[in-house]
């Protein structure tokens, strides 16, 4: 950047380059294939699991290659936070792509809209359909065609300290009311703040919007509804429970904070995802793990309501490998391999079979997830569908730093999404 | 013998340049641009729009919201950028014990990339469990929300970008300094002229022409610092610190389908106004007289 007009003109130059040399390499002899029968080659996977629990899924990958020796199996991590970006830019590019990717459920109608993704019916990859849940079923779907296969399928749930909340004589809270009034009690008695309130990321911002009884858009009648009442209430209680310090809040790096605070027991509550368990359970506020307890996230005034969330697979369209990408696909989405990621790292299967094994019916916080999971609200499955968290996010902000009101905030949400789905009222 | 130059400057230049002007005319976005992935060959299907692009971006609120902040932004830094540089050039143009580690040490933040420097920062500015709070602690201060107030947002930019910035100052301010003759001084000394006579009658006249690039260059990258905004706050809290750049990256990376024209249009409101600002700086420099 300092190094200024040089430094850009070799970058520049350099990027030319390596433009040109891949353009040149086209052609690749990949075609890996299954033509004596075998699969070949190599499969480029992209996950997206986070620190504590990339070393479980790079092993499981790499598990592909013990059924199939004359595959090779790249597993290259993705933050979350950057995959959705990186590889847009990759297919867009036709260069760099993965073959295999693990998607978020709102990611995989987008990439299909732009022609990303192989579609998966027929193929290997999708074995026997029969045995997913059908709300895992229901993001893999766009216009009439499959996908990606799912993986994994989650929800929030209110993570709380049970220790922290023995100490305040408060019970776990039922609704954000209820949690308004315990916090003083906690923070008298515990000197610990009730709860962490990502203000940093906009999926968060939906139990409290579907606690109002409210949605961002109603995508089968093409209707914008967050800036309905619903959406000024669930602003307001954002900003309530920030204001009164029942909750503490950041506009940047939630996703550590809350989990530090959580961890170290500065906060008694959090509301997040299976995908957390391994992570909070290495706290030193859990060094006993039966003190995590995991609860339905409170209610708002109307309802009570979280997000469906999960992850899925997606082939990318361009892969030299389809093949081997299918069967990938398939080993990674099999029940075999939910059953131990399910052990390893308490995330919840999206195979029905699975949930029949013992050791995975037992498991405590499937046990707690899984009712969760079957009440949580599918999210409109629709191109837009990531698009739509951006607005959220600026808009939170904004309430919570006191920037803008919840009304100015819900209407301002309200005209970024006209904008960006053109043919809603 | 040119013919390399203008065929390098057509191709990292102008293409781009002209390619940029082009879609901004349209209605490009992801899903209508052509592209080629696997089998599937997606045809074009943009059209040309003329100006409505441009239309809704001046007609609409955040254009003139985000330049206002984008101005004083670019104002704040370049002229603590340019004061704190020059201070410090001064001081170390003097011959004293271990300058060459001064030296070193001052242009250690040049070398780091910079999006380690920014990370680090963020680090830094973590409300509840950065180092600066901490200290804050320490003396018994509450915390400050660093990058969770809009105010206080702005004020830590504008410190990262200046901390990035002044060892370029240091480093061209250091090298006019050290091209004005000792005679100067030593004759002004003589005169019975004041440090500070000294100062503004000879170091401020012989740093003009080093002054005058340096700031219109720092200027020109200050309005386009896209990465200590967007590493550091996304733009946020809200859009409070999103500049001009950081918003027409938003515009073409965030949303989706990425919307390539309006993106290429605020670029292309970007360029004109730099290119304003310079005509405008050098028309001034050259009724001081000086020749650039």
Known sequence: MRRGIRGATATALVAGLALAATACGGGDSGDGGNSGGELSGTVTFWDTSNDAEKATYRKLAEGFQKQHPKVRVKYVNVPFGDANAKFKNAAGGNSGAPDVMRTEVAWVADFANLGYLAPLDGTPALDTTDDYLPQAVGSTKFKGKTYAAPQVIDTLGLFYNKKLLKDAGVEVPKTFEELSKAAKKIKAKTGATALYLRGDDPYWFLPYLYGEGGDMVNARDKVVEIDDGAGVKAFKTIKDLVDSKAAVTDATDGQENQLKALKDGDVAMAVDGPWDIEGARAGKAFKDKKNLGVAPVPGGSSAQGSPQGGWNLSVYAGSKNLQASYAFVKYMSSAKVQQETNEKLSLLPTRKSVYDVPAVKNNEMVKFFKPAVDGAVQRPWIAEGNSLFEPVKVQMNKVLTGAATPEQAAEATGNAYRKLLKDYK | ?292
């Open chain 2, 1 to 292: 013998m040119v013919a390399p130059v203008v065929l390098v400057i057509g191709v990292i230049i102008g293409y781009p340049l002209v390619r940029g002007v082009f879609l901004s005319l349209t209605d490009a976005n992801e899903a209508n641009v052509e592209r080629n992935i696997g089998v599937n060959h997606l045809p074009a299907t943009y059209k040309f729009t003329g100006l409505d692009n441009y239309r809704a971006v001046l007609s609409d609120g955040v254009f003139w919201d985000r330049l206002g902040w984008t101005v004083l932004w670019t104002v704040g830094c370049v002229s603590l950028t340019f004061l704190t540089g020059l201070a410090l050039a001064n001081m170390l143009n003097r011959t004293l014990r271990g300058r060459t580690f001064y030296r070193l040490a001052l242009i250690l933040p040049w070398a780091i990339p910079a999006f380690i420097s920014v990370f680090t920062w963020r680090m830094l500015y973590n409300e509840k469990n950065g180092i600066l709070n901490k200290l804050l602690a320490g003396g018994g201060i509450d915390a400050v929300p660093w990058l969770n107030d809009p105010t206080w947002a702005k004020l830590s930019v504008i410190a990262v970008n200046v901390w990035l910035g002044v060892p370029f100052m240091l480093v061209a301010l250091l090298g006019g300094l050290q091209s004005i003759p000792g005679e100067l001084y030593e004759a002004a000394e003589m005169d019975g002229a004041s440090a500070w006579q000294r100062f503004r009658h000879i170091t401020v006249p012989g740093l003009r022409s080093v002054s005058s690039t340096v700031i219109l260059l720092s200027t020109i990258w200050t309005f386009n610092m896209f990465p200590v905004i967007f590493l550091l706050t996304r733009g946020g809290p809200g859009d409070a610190t999103e500049i001009l750049v950081t918003y027409a990256y938003r515009l073409s990376f965030i949303d989706s389908p990425r919307n390539f024209s309006e993106s290429a249009a605020w670029g292309v409101l970007i360029l004109v106004l730099l290119s304003v600002v310079a005509v405008v700086y050098r028309r001034a420099l050259r009724k001081q007289g000086e020749v650039w």
